[in-house]
């Protein structure tokens, strides 16, 4: 169980998460922003009671009053007649220049008095707050051209607190908290007024008990640790790591240090902890990025601005005078117009950014979806006024090398960003266009060039599965087979694999479309089938190249199938992948190309069939005992039934209150053995095939999905979602 200590921390951070979030605070975070204030005060000096004023007109209100449960704790009774006196305050104004308060709004300074320095005034002021008043402080809200917003004013020590009485030291703390959080008070109360990011990492850096860097000289950064994590990750995660602790830590600048998932995509692109932060505001991050990484002058100017102001700019309707925002509409339907190469580029630098895998650019009725997948998500980004469609998508096609003057077919092509940015991001984009029923859809995948692929204990294989495939990918010859949709981790899988096997001593050539890793000491060919080169075409040249291991893509046709399975048979090690729901019917799908069973079943090592499902968020999943259907599901699957985990409602800071952060794999290992060599031979039906499989040790993606529930690293609702419940057991069973 959570204790009132750790309650407490949680509401801190996340009513701090909710004011540094936005570039700059509304009104409407005021009250985020005194409760903040108020916890820090009542929890620095061990206050029993706390009231926060602030100036409104020609009065002063009561913002917020805190009463310690000591005060009533002889006393139960009591605790609703303090209730309800703090209800009363909050609804109350007292005219300025009243009592302690108003005295120390007026002449700005701060006072504090103790029982034995001035009794009468600890009894007046008993007889207003119905307890005993031993100690008193009250500090003004001061700005820093000397105007007063308000003030804070604290009673008593708790009775458990070191010292009886409040002391010159408690008054300094008081001063400090009052110093940061009058510019985010002022600028809630005067929207003209503007806060500095300074300003505000100066406040978050106090809350957060971090220390605060506004200056370069203030920390040595080291050179080269910020050229191997690269620009591109700095930007997207915001999180400049300016000193190595350790060889796999680094102490880092992060204008939000409460940001879990920055950090955590930050950890998974370099493989390094987090271990020390220091809170920085977004311009020295921005001013250390300028220095450390030259601009490129090669790259088209029109690659500045912000995405908010693209958005504000194109996100307009048309006015009267036929334009959009303050473009004219020649330029919103022209792909060579600079605000259209800005939002393009700024589009796909956002969901770069946003770690989206796909970006889709969909046309409506009357305007234009922009939607990015992120962890298997499609969200909606943005919309813009349809009219800007046509060049967008012209745009688009112009960087992709497709044709733009053809709108009626479908076409795929491929983007080579670097040449498009300023920016260090080494990414590529596989497109694909095709008319829709208001005009054409783009879909681009984006490819992290940068990105280097992950171990293979790090996919999600159980340790059953694990074992048996790494037996497999460790034979000198045969096939292994990944199966399953586009984006369900079948390449990283396969490059994964690769980096198990591959070692100097043998010779590895991979045939991609695209390529996605890049790996040292193997040989990757890029296909090319508009001048022919395709994977056919690449494995029959590979087979005159002496290989030991071949990767192919994707075994698309029948003479990519054929080529395959014979050099499977002749003494080299073939992985490629199928695009088939589940590990069986991978033969259905050779069959239907027309491959002979006894060639299929004679070459067949492994088919691995796998999706990706969202792991459940580590900080605020809740423990449950499943009921009814859910009981059922999961013991049915793996015969068992206990604790499981599931998504709270809201979910928290760290997953973005969405309840999920990440993404694991689920795999269906099916494994060649006799009795499949034979059923395969006979043509027998997929289903009969999978019966023999899980008869011979295969757990399907059902079961895969339901272990990982009760592993604690999903949930049920999400296994269910991603793969059905199995129709038939081991033993025949519907």
């Known amino acids: 169980m959570i204790g009132t200590q750790g309650i407490a921390g949680t509401l801190r951070r996340t009513l701090l998460l909710k004011v540094i979030s936005k570039p700059q605070p509304s009104r409407e975070d005021v009250s985020s922003v005194i409760e903040l204030t108020s916890s820090k005060v009542v929890e620095a000096l061990h ?22 449960p000591t005060l009533w704790e002889d006393d139960p009774e009591r605790e609703d007649e303090f209730e309800a006196k703090r209800e009363k305050l909050l609804e109350l104004k007292i005219p300025l220049g009243s009592g302690v308060v108003g005295k120390v709004i007026e002449d700005g300074k701060a006072v504090f008095f103790n029982l034995s320095d001035d009794g009468d005034t600890m009894f007046s002021m008993a007889k207003d707050t119905g307890f005993d008043v031993t100690s008193m402080l009250t500090v003004p809200l001061s700005t820093k051209d000397g105007k007063i ?57 106090r809350f957060t008990n971090n220390d605060l860097i506004t200056s370069e000289e203030e920390i040595g950064v080291d050179e080269k640790l910020v050229e191997v994590v690269g620009d591109a990750i700095i930007r997207r995660e915001g999180i400049f790591p300016y000193k190595r602790i350790t060889p796999t830590s680094v102490a880092v600048l992060m204008p939000n240090p409460l940001d879990y998932q920055r950090k955590e995509s930050f950890f998974t692109a370099t493989e390094l902890h987090v271990d020390e932060i220091a809170v920085a505001p977004a311009s020295l991050v921005e001013k250390l990025l300028k220095k450390y990484f030259k601009e490129d002058t090669s790259a088209p100017a029109a690659d500045e601005g912000d995405m908010s102001e693209l958005v504000d700019v194109l996100g307009a ?27 393009a580029n700024r589009i796909i630098e956002d969901a770069y950014i946003c770690g989206a895998s796909d970006i889709h650019i969909e046309p409506q009725e009357n305007d234009l979806l ?136 043998i010779n590895v050539q991979t045939a991609e479309d695209p390529i996605e890793y890049t790996l040292s000491g193997i ?21 005159r190249m002496d290989p030991d291991v071949i990767l192919v893509g994707e075994i698309r046709d029948q003479e990519t199938a054929e080529i395959a399975i014979e ?50 968020c580590k900080n605020c999943k809740e423990a449950y005992v499943p009921e009814d259907s859910e009981k059922e599901i999961i013991e049915k699957a793996l015969d068992w039934c206990g604790e499981v985990f599931r998504v709270p409602d809201g979910g928290c800071p760290m997953c973005g209150g969405i309840g999920y952060k990440g993404r694991v794999g689920i795999h269906e290992l099916m494994t060649n053995s006799e009795e499949l060599t034979k ?29 990982k ?6 949930t049920i609702m999400e296994g269910l979602s991603n793969v059905p419940p199995d129709m038939i057991t081991a033993e025949g069973e519907g």
């Open 523 to 543: 040989n990757q060919m890029q296909m090319k089938k508009e001048i022919g080169l395709t994977f056919a075409a690449a494995l029959r040249c590979y087979l």
């Open 709 to 714: 529930a009760k592993e604690g690293i999903s």
């Open 47 to 68: 206050a029993q009671s706390m009231t926060l004023y602030l100036i409104e007109g020609k009065e002063i209100a009561f913002k917020h009053v805190y009463y310690s």
């Open 317 to 343: 309707e048309y006015d009267t005078g036929g334009e959009v925002g303050g473009i004219s509409a020649e330029d919103a339907d022209d792909e060579e117009s600079a605000p259209i190469i800005q939002m």
């Open 149 to 205: 917003i308000g003030a804070i004013q604290v009673l008593n020590k708790e009775p458990d607190a070191p010292d009886e009485e409040f002391h010159q030291d408690d008054l300094s703390v008081v001063e400090e908290v009052a110093e940061y959080s009058t510019p985010l008070l002022q600028r809630m109360l005067d929207s003209k007024f503007e806060i500095s990011d300074v300003e505000t990492a100066k406040y978050v850096a």
């Open 679 to 707: 059923g395969i031979n006979q043509k027998v039906e997929t289903a009969v095939l999978k019966r023999i499989a899980m008869r011979t040790g295969m757990k399907t993606l059902h079961q895969d999905s339901m272990l």
């Open 567 to 616: 050099a499977a048979l002749t003494g080299h090690l073939m992985l490629s992948t199928l695009h088939t729901n589940d590990a069986p019917s991978t033969i259905a799908r050779f069959d239907d190309m027309g491959i002979e069973p006894f060639m299929i079943s004679a070459s067949l090592l492994v088919v691995c069939a796998q999706r990706l499902m969202r792991r459940v």
């Open 370 to 505: 922009i939607r990015y997948r992120v962890d298997g998500i499609c969200a909606e980004k943005l919309r813009l006024p349809k009219q800007v469609g046509g060049g967008l998508v012209a745009r688009l096609k112009i960087m992709s090398d497709l044709d733009i003057a053809e709108k009626r077919l479908p076409q795929d092509g491929r983007i080579v960003f670097k040449k498009y940015t300023k920016k260090n991001m080494n990414i590529d984009l596989r497109v694909a266009t095709g008319p829709m029923n208001f005009g054409e859809k783009v879909v681009m995948r984006i490819l992290d060039k940068s990105k280097s692929t992950l171990p293979i204990t790090a996919l999600g294989f159980s340790e059953e599965n694990l074992g048996r495939y790494r037996k497999q990918i460790t034979l000198p010859y045969g096939m292994l087979l990944h199966c399953g949709p586009t984006g369900s981790g079948k390449s990283m899988t396969l490059f994964a694999a690769l980096g198990e096997v591959a070692h100097p001593g």
